[in-house]
């Protein structure tokens, strides 16, 4: 075959132009650190690339939710925790106050207690966060969630929950509102509250008070009345629905609750029981304030007392389950958070690594390639010179 | 012995010619589309020579083939440049689309994890006009590609226009030579030079005439140049005032673009269907969808000062261009009636007298359109909305592109960043003293224009399976149940009781509800496109991988169009190029026979010479 002169021209140039093109192409990866410069370099690793940076942007908004949310629901659980040690410490000063070598000194100094550590509760409701929003309130997080108003204290919050993702299709509430926490708590003992008659005359006060069937308790309002050594209930009809002996200690029980009795009734005393109505901790608090602040004077004042301490006792108890409720939600929710944290850190780094062997170039890889280019190059030049370098007319001088 | 001095002189004369040519080979061995030449020589019937032709060395089929070649590689090579410029505008870090979407949402999270902060709400709007400035940039990137590629039609049917006079000039002198005793090489040279030109702008075929002229076709089978006449290609605007200059011919100005297929004129109109349409119909589709999507979102909260949002972006409309034959006068306005639904296609709408009919472009399949076109009853089809203005005649019809040029449009319509609905229009609670069910969730806003959404309501179960609603009626109802009314849904926690109450009302202005800025921030995940299936940032990187794919394969076309171009160049090197040692070794050939030749000369004078003086001696 004949070989024309200029071919031999555009043969080593249209190869050193191929040479320094990879070279070019190597050394934009080296310099950028990328294997890929545009989606045409390899439009599927670029797309698996593309949704990698999306899934990382998730994962580092999740991440930001889960602190955000740690750092409010842990401000909630200090507030939680203050909040059950109060009712805790008001639980205590009843039971002082419910013994009967109380002087009435003694019991003015527990009232003021008491009505310390209702204006410490009031305060833990209304906690705010770094930022001055209440912790408590709901959505409405600018408003004052609980004052105390003439007939105690109100709820100016509301009860929407701020749900913060933390992964796909999974989100956490980063607070509790005020509502749930202190104003949905029940009278007596969350089911039916006993209250003595108040021309109650015998000494007889509750010893016990349980649901044994709440299927068979219909809400309604009831009477036990004693007369001669007997007890007899009656309902709201006054009809008779159950009667016996009155035994100290012993239970009553009809519609599936069971109450008993100590001490001795007098003729014709009487205890209503009735549904558990709503009643917020601050009322109980200020009744029990109120109860202690006005200690009986006589032996069937004392059984009076007793009935309403171990009421509000039993709601104060309440409460307190209620707070440790929620705190344990709220706990719940922290492990929760922990657990994500640390998920989503493995899902980052591990997203983190996919995206670098997409992606990042392996220097050691474009390095040697770029030496074995360079010899390459080298080598073209030289035969290209050498090739040049015979010529015919060289020889014809 | 006069035999032998003509002989020697014939032979002088040839070697001459032929020492001729070798210089004229040695000296245009670096000349584009020169032929290597070789004197033919002939026994004259006396014993001389005679330089019969002096002979160009080509093969005619090797040149057909360069001319495909050409053809082919400008095509690809034009499309490939264009590609490669999109993808790196889509590709790119700061030019793509990818970075300014995920901040838009990674701002909307922001804001739903602290809805009240005017920090956060200041950062979604930053973040809303960095998108809509990319999606403008975008586009104008496209649109400023779309005038570089008339331009660069305009050039190419100028070399055309030129190219081809001047091959008919070349015809012209080239046929007045026909049957002389030495074929004109130069000319030949030039013309074949010239057309290899004309094949690479546009794609040719050619066919040699009798008189040694050769006729040019475009490969629609256009005539550009027929003996020594010429038929000119211009451009003229396209039918549907999209902008586009389309490729025309001869003096009515005839428009033959649907039938160019190669060259640089193929390769640019390859661009305009192939990358340019499908690259700014997605990134329409987006820029429709996301406004959209945000915007209705926006539309089922309540803002920062207690009212329902109102639009983030401004509406986005479709395009609907007229031809410019129509007679009537009537427009046509594109809405998008469901995101969902759109399709990467373009129709042609016709008003054929009575009714109007839809086609797709591409297939020329007709598409059903439902409604009458009016503004209570527009068009709908394929997700797009038709609404027709004005009186139409018969024959009308406007080129439908229903995204092609929405990018442009994404604009930030607020600057208020109170505007952002983050919170829930309504606000719901659950009885203080409810002993079933203690707490209350929003489902969903299903209707958030119901006049009626944020009234008060009040719903009090008499029972656990029946409510009244502000205290009257009675719906029956069971645990887990959705309760819906007035445009919201609702589900009690658990199974209420008897005496359970649960409150919905308006939500407060400056709430820290986030319900809605969640909803906001999960559209990036959220399938919206194609029927549902497709989320925002999926169909942007759908785009990217789509144009790269483009790209990459046309790059390797486009490199093995040139390796094959490059071997047919070298094969005809080797018929028609020079080699220096050749030209050196027939260098030293004649002028040994030159040489040899005026020895002859010399030899038949001293022949004669001996001849003379032996006369004169007797």
């Known amino acids: ?397 | 012995m006069s035999d032998m001095m003509t002989t020697g002189v014939s032979a002088l004369q040839a070697f001459r010619q032929a020492l001729n040519t070798v210089s004229s080979n040695i000296s245009n061995s670096s000349t584009p589309g020169y032929s290597r030449e070789t004197t033919a020589l002939q026994t004259t019937p006396s014993g001389g020579v005679l330089v019969q032709q002096t002979n160009r060395m080509t093969d005619a089929i090797l040149f057909q083939r360069s001319l495909g070649d050409n053809a082919s590689y400008s095509r690809l090579d034009t499309f490939q440049q264009l590609a490669s410029q999109i993808d790196g505008l889509t590709s790119g870090s700061t030019t793509g689309l990818g970075g300014p979407l995920q901040n838009f949402f990674t701002a909307l999270n922001g804001l739903a994890s602290d809805p009240q902060s005017t920090a956060n709400r200041q950062a979604v709007l930053a973040a809303a006009n960095g998108l809509s400035d990319q999606f403008g940039s975008l586009q104008s990137q496209m649109s400023g590609m779309e005038s570089n590629i008339n331009d660069q039609l305009t050039q190419a049917v100028s070399q055309i226009n030129q190219a081809a006079s001047s091959i008919a000039d070349l015809n012209n002198r080239i046929a007045l030579s026909n049957g002389g005793p030495q074929a004109p090489n130069a000319l030949l040279d030039q013309r074949d030079a010239l057309v290899k030109q004309l094949a690479s702008n546009i794609g040719i075929t050619t066919v040699k005439q009798d008189d040694g002229s050769i006729n040019i076709f475009t490969a629609g089978g256009q005539a550009l140049v027929l003996g020594s006449n010429t038929q000119k290609l211009s451009l003229v605007p396209g039918d549907y005032g999209t902008g586009r200059q389309e490729v025309a011919i001869g003096d009515k100005a005839i428009n033959v673009n649907s039938q160019i297929s190669g060259g640089v004129v193929g390769g640019l109109l390859d661009a305009r269907s192939q990358l340019l349409d499908p690259a700014e119909t997605a990134l329409g589709t987006l820029a429709v969808t996301l406004t959209q999507a945000v915007n209705q979102q926006n539309a089922q909260g309540v803002d920062q000062n207690g009212a329902m949002g109102a639009n983030i972006f401004a509406p986005i409309s479709g395009s609907a261009l007229p031809s410019s034959r129509n007679a009537g006068s009537a427009g046509v306005s594109v809405g998008f009636a469901d995101v969902g639904q759109l399709t990467n296609a373009s129709y042609r709408l016709n008003y054929d007298g009575s009714s109007w009919h839809l086609t797709d472009v591409s297939s020329g399949a007709a598409v059903p359109m439902t409604g009458a076109g009016t503004a209570a009853s527009p068009f709908v089809a394929a997700g797009i909305s038709l609404q027709i203005s004005g009186a139409a005649s018969a024959g009308d019809s406007y080129l439908v592109k229903p995204t092609a040029y929405a990018a442009a449009q994404v604009q930030v319509t607020t600057q208020d960043p109170a505007k952002i609905a983050a919170a829930l229009p309504i606000s719901v609670s659950s009885g203080l003293g409810n002993t079933g069910s203690t707490s209350v969730a929003v489902n969903a806003i299903g209707n958030a224009a119901d006049p009626d959404l944020r009234s008060p309501v009040t719903i009090l179960f008499s029972s656990p399976s029946t409510y009244s609603i502000n205290g009257s009626g009675s719906y029956a109802y069971s645990a887990g149940q959705a309760i819906s009314l007035n445009g919201w849904s609702i589900t009690p926690a658990g199974a209420p009781a008897a005496g359970d109450s649960f409150q919905v009302g308006p939500m407060s202005a400056n709430s820290g509800d986030n319900g809605n800025a969640v909803l906001l921030a999960g559209l990036s995940s959220k399938g919206v496109l194609n029927g549902g299936n497709t989320s925002l940032s999926a169909a942007n990187t759908a785009m990217v991988s789509q144009i790269g794919s483009i790209a990459q394969l046309a790059s390797a076309r486009s490199d093995a169009a040139q390796a094959i171009q490059q071997q047919t160049q070298k094969d005809s090197d080797a018929v028609s190029g020079v080699n220096l040692d050749e030209e050196a070794a027939d260098l030293v050939r004649y002028q040994q026979a030159y040489q040899a030749a005026a020895q002859v000369i010399s030899t038949a004078q001293n022949l004669f010479q001996t001849l003379l003086s032996a006369a004169r001696g007797t």
């Open chain 1, 1 to 397: 075959m004949r070989i024309s002169t200029n071919s031999t021209t555009d043969l080593a140039v249209a190869s050193i132009n191929q040479q320094q093109t990879a070279m070019a192409k190597l050394q934009a990866q080296i310099s950028s650190g990328q294997k890929l410069q545009t989606a045409a370099d390899d439009p599927a690793a670029w797309a698996q690339g593309m949704s990698l940076d999306q899934q990382i942007a998730n994962i580092n908004t999740y991440t930001a939710n889960v602190s955000t949310a740690q750092q409010r629901l842990g401000m909630e659980e200090n507030a939680l925790a203050s909040s059950s040690n109060v009712l805790q410490s008001i639980s205590e000063l009843a039971i002082q106050a419910n013994t009967a070598t109380q002087s009435p000194q003694s019991l003015q100094a527990i009232a003021s207690q008491m009505q310390q550590y209702y204006e410490q509760l009031l305060s833990y409701g209304n906690a705010q966060d770094g930022e001055g929003r209440y912790l408590f309130a709901g959505s409405n997080s600018t408003s004052l969630p609980f004052t105390q108003g003439s007939s105690g204290v109100n709820y100016n919050g509301d009860q929407n929950a701020r749900l913060l993702a933390i992964g796909p299709n999974r989100s956490v509430a980063d607070s509790d509102n005020g509502a749930s926490l202190f104003m949905t708590n029940r009278s007596g003992n969350g089911t039916f509250e006993l209250s003595a008659a108040a021309a109650n005359t015998g000494t007889a006060q509750p010893a016990t008070s349980q649901v044994l069937d709440p299927g068979l308790w219909d809400g309604g309002s009831y009477s036990i009345s004693f007369s001669g050594g007997n007890y007899q209930v009656t309902d709201s009809s006054n009809n008779v629905i159950g009667s016996g002996a009155y035994v100290p200690g012993n239970g009553i029980r009809f519609r599936g609750i069971e109450v008993s009795f100590s001490g001795q009734p007098a003729d014709g005393d009487s205890f209503s029981v009735g549904a558990s109505q709503q009643k917020d901790v601050f009322k109980t608090i200020s009744d029990l304030i109120g109860l202690v602040r006005n200690p009986p004077a006589t032996a069937a004042g004392r059984a009076q007392f007793q009935t309403r301490m171990q009421g509000l006792q039993a709601e104060l108890s309440n409460g307190l389950d209620q707070v440790v409720n929620v705190r344990g939600t709220v706990g719940a929710r922290l492990a929760a958070l922990d657990d994500a944290s640390n998920s989503l850190g493995s899902q980052l780094v591990s997203a983190k690594s996919t995206l670098s062997d997409v992606r990042d170039v392996d220097l050691a890889q474009a390095s040697t390639e770029l030496n074995q280019r360079t010899v390459t190059l080298q080598a073209v030049q030289l035969a290209y010179a050498k090739v040049q370098g015979l010529s015919l007319f060289q020889y014809l001088r």
